[in-house]
């Protein structure tokens, strides 16, 4: 069977390890004052090199004839720590072994005596985050007072559910991503060895799709090289790379410039059938909404970026994972909300009303009021306390006025009731109103500041007192408003 890419070209001595000099750097100064720590912690994510340069500190603390200071790779001690096949070294994975019988079978027994035929017994824990409590309570000692012979290095990706108790007693190394002009030329040194032409174009995709992870990047390059030809086109690479984005993202981005929101959902959709990851494609739009940061669509661009990365974050694995994104086009596409910039349009006032707040890009927006002169000067000229001689409202009373009260939001927010076609009113307590939803998505979006003071709005104009709203989830029996919704906007369910 055909090895890896990754384990065919795993670095054997610490010049060959890209990205992270500065740990080798340090760790082969220790080896040449001798004062190499009994202990190292490395951290990072996955796939930068990690339980590669764990092996590689094996090797050197072991080696019997390193020249400066790297392993020889020609004793048996390093053929054997290569070929993982030494009695003295021990890769125990944490996250199959977590709990504390485990460290005192494999780790605390086997402390105790002297290694069968290495100068030193190396303990390689990988994802050591992954250790219980007690584990950790049992390795503590161990760790902080091991006999001269022995050599721990702990690899995670997730140092903080490290206990600091672990971490103080080892020297802690932070593992960065690889920069991508890096991984290009790792690549390009891969398949000159390998004999294969491949254009820089596939290399550069490869490396975007990696995020900087030397693992992920020869992983996929060794998909590309299966192809079985001797020069690699992106025609001949696109079989194997995840789809490329940068036409479906420039096509995304043209129809939001131009408020189209069916057109942009409905290319979301169809590029999500198509087989477009779709944290992939989010990432890739957010990269170029960036670059157009500072130009002439700043304003929008801004509002763009917000939007999109409280969708990014909403991202689900199941039912409708695309929602989220499709609610931001909405809302990114409204003509209300669209009105952010400073300057109005022909035909309207040039006074704000009182009630429109704008504090900048950044920050909250509230949809105005648009309110009758006769009932604003009513609503001012009003004695607050007249509220306390009204009766409680009852549930019912709130239902039978509900259909009003959606009125009025649909007057002065065009967004909103895209949301509140789904709501149901479930409680009434005093002057506080339960409005129940199906989706978790549309609780956080009606409880937002500027979209609840609106829905207070409107329920104190119908029902002449104020009111305090809360969205709260409701399961609800599958709604067909949501549903042609969706269909609306090209979306579909399941």
């Given at each position: 069977?055909?090895?890896?890419?990754?384990?065919?070209?795993?670095?054997?001595?610490?010049?060959?390890?890209?990205?992270?000099?500065?740990?080798?750097?340090?760790?082969?100064?220790?080896f040449?004052?001798?004062?190499?720590?009994?202990?190292?912690?490395?951290?990072?994510?996955?796939?930068?090199?990690?339980?590669?340069?764990?092996?590689?500190?094996?090797?050197?603390?072991?080696?019997?004839q390193?020249?400066?200071?790297?392993?020889?790779n020609?004793?048996?001690?390093?053929?054997e720590?290569?070929?993982?096949?030494?009695?003295?070294?021990?890769?125990?994975?944490a996250?199959?072994?977590?709990?504390?019988?485990?460290?005192?079978?494999?780790?605390?027994?086997?402390?105790?005596?002297?290694?069968?035929?290495?100068?030193?017994k190396?303990f390689?824990?990988?994802?050591?985050?992954?250790?219980?409590?007690?584990?950790?309570?049992?390795?503590?000692?161990?760790?902080?007072?091991?006999?001269?012979?022995?050599?721990?290095?702990?690899?995670?990706?997730?140092?903080?559910?490290?206990?600091?108790?672990?971490?103080?007693?080892?020297?802690?190394?932070?593992?960065?991503?690889?920069?991508?002009?890096?991984?290009?030329?790792?690549?390009?040194?891969?398949?000159?060895?390998?004999?294969?032409?491949?254009?820089?174009?596939?290399?550069?995709?490869?490396?975007?799709?990696?995020?900087?992870?030397?693992?992920?990047?020869?992983?996929?390059?060794?998909?590309?090289?299966?192809?079985?030809?001797?020069?690699?086109?992106?025609?001949?690479?696109?079989?194997?790379?995840?789809?490329?984005?940068?036409?479906?993202?420039?096509?995304?981005?043209?129809?939001?410039?131009?408020?189209n929101?069916a057109?942009?959902?409905?290319?979301?959709?169809?590029?999500?059938?198509?087989g477009?990851?779709?944290?992939?494609?989010?990432?890739?739009?957010?990269?170029?909404?960036?670059?157009?940061?500072?130009?002439?669509?700043?304003?929008?661009?801004?509002?763009?970026?917000?939007?999109?990365?409280?969708?990014?974050?909403?991202?689900?694995?199941?039912?409708?994972?695309?929602?989220?994104?499709?609610?931001?086009?909405?809302?990114?596409?409204?003509?209300?909300?669209?009105?952010?910039?400073?300057?109005?349009?022909?035909?309207e006032?040039?006074?704000?009303?009182?009630?429109?707040?704008?504090?900048?890009?950044?920050?909250?927006?509230?949809?105005?009021?648009?309110?009758?002169?006769?009932?604003?000067?009513?609503?001012?000229?009003?004695?607050?306390?007249?509220?306390?001689?009204?009766?409680?409202?009852?549930?019912?009373?709130?239902?039978?006025?509900?259909?009003?009260?959606?009125?009025?939001?649909?007057?002065?927010?065009?967004?909103?009731?895209?949301?509140?076609?789904?709501?149901?009113?479930?409680?009434?307590?005093?002057?506080?109103?339960?409005?129940?939803?199906?989706?978790?998505?549309?609780v956080?979006?009606?409880n937002?500041?500027?979209?609840?003071?609106?829905?207070?709005?409107?329920?104190?104009?119908?029902?002449?007192?104020?009111?305090?709203?809360?969205?709260?989830?409701?399961?609800?029996?599958?709604?067909?408003?949501?549903?042609?919704?969706?269909?609306?906007?090209?979306?579909?369910?399941?």
């Amino acid at each position: 069977m055909a090895q890896a890419l990754y384990r065919i070209y795993r670095p054997a001595t610490f010049a060959d390890v890209v990205g992270q000099e500065p740990v080798a750097t340090t760790i082969q100064n220790q080896f040449r004052t001798g004062h190499l720590a009994h202990a190292y912690v490395f951290t990072g994510p996955r796939g930068i090199g990690k339980t590669t340069m764990a092996r590689l500190v094996a090797k050197l603390a072991n080696c019997e004839q390193p020249k400066d200071a790297e392993p020889c790779n020609a004793c048996e001690a390093c053929r054997e720590i290569a070929s993982g096949t030494s009695l003295d070294v021990f890769e125990i994975d944490a996250a199959s072994n977590t709990d504390v019988e485990n460290v005192r079978e494999n780790i605390i027994k086997s402390v105790r005596f002297a290694p069968n035929r290495l100068k030193k017994k190396v303990f390689i824990i990988d994802e050591v985050h992954m250790l219980s409590t007690s584990a950790f309570n049992a390795l503590l000692k161990t760790l902080e007072e091991p006999p001269e012979h022995v050599l721990f290095v702990l690899a995670t990706t997730e140092i903080h559910k490290v206990p600091e108790t672990i971490i103080s007693r080892c020297q802690r190394f932070d593992f960065r991503r690889i920069l991508p002009e890096v991984l290009l030329k790792r690549l390009q040194y891969i398949v000159k060895q390998e004999h294969v032409d491949v254009e820089t174009d596939v290399l550069e995709q490869i490396v975007k799709h990696s995020g900087g992870c030397a693992r992920d990047a020869e992983s996929l390059l060794g998909q590309v090289l299966a192809l079985g030809d001797k020069k690699i086109t992106m025609q001949e690479a696109s079989l194997v790379l995840p789809a490329s984005n940068e036409m479906m993202v420039k096509q995304f981005l043209d129809l939001l410039y131009q408020k189209n929101a069916a057109g942009a959902v409905s290319d979301l959709n169809t590029f999500l059938e198509q087989g477009v990851d779709l944290k992939v494609f989010m990432d890739d739009m957010l990269e170029a909404l960036r670059a157009r940061l500072f130009g002439p669509e700043s304003v929008f661009v801004r509002e763009a970026l917000e939007r999109f990365l409280e969708a990014r974050a909403q991202i689900k694995t199941d039912h409708l994972p695309q929602l989220p994104i499709e609610l931001a086009i909405v809302e990114l596409c409204d003509p209300v909300l669209s009105s952010r910039a400073t300057t109005p349009s022909a035909g309207e006032p040039r006074d704000l009303p009182e009630d429109f707040k704008y504090q900048g890009v950044d920050s909250d927006y509230v949809a105005p009021i648009i309110e009758r002169p006769a009932e604003r000067a009513e609503a001012i000229s009003a004695d607050s306390t007249v509220f306390d001689t009204i009766p409680i409202i009852s549930l019912d009373e709130v239902r039978k006025k509900w259909p009003q009260v959606f009125e009025q939001i649909r007057e002065c927010n065009a967004s909103l009731p895209l949301f509140m076609q789904t709501c149901e009113v479930c409680g009434v307590n005093g002057e506080h109103v339960e409005l129940g939803f199906g989706y978790d998505l549309y609780v956080q979006t009606v409880n937002k500041d500027k979209n609840r003071r609106v829905i207070e709005e409107a329920f104190e104009r119908v029902l002449g007192r104020p009111m305090k709203v809360k969205a709260v989830v409701k399961k609800m029996a599958e709604d067909e408003t949501v549903i042609q919704l969706i269909e609306q906007f090209g979306g579909s369910i399941g």
